[in-house]
């Protein structure tokens, strides 16, 4: 496994480098094991391995997507959805 950065509560979570955090770290170990948990926009807490960590600087943590099970992919396509649609209707918030 390679060495990160140090991780830490509160860092953005993305699904690429230069994309838009779909969420943030809440817990960093679990009970002992290499996982993170992430809370996601719309979805809540998901665990995510250590394994799926890509890169880690300037309080961001990239993931690899292809780690993810499908449930956690899965959340982090909803993550945007209501902005998404109030965007389609013309409806964002400052509008």
């Keep these: 496994m390679k060495k990160l950065q140090r991780i830490d509560i509160g860092d953005q979570v993305f699904a690429e480098e230069g994309g838009t955090e779909f969420g943030a770290v809440r817990q960093v170990g679990i009970g002992g094991r290499p996982v993170l ?3 996601v926009e719309n979805s809540g807490d998901v665990e995510v391995p250590l394994e799926a960590v890509q ?3 300037d309080g961001k943590v990239v993931l690899a997507l ?5 449930s956690t992919r899965a959340a982090i396509a909803r ?3 209501s902005e998404d649609l109030l965007s ?8």
């Design 37 to 39: 948990r992430v809370y």
């Design 55 to 57: 890169a880690v600087h």
């Design 66 to 70: 292809d780690r993810l099970d499908d």
């Design 79 to 81: 993550a945007h959805e």
């Design 88 to 95: 389609a209707a013309g409806l964002r918030r400052g509008d």
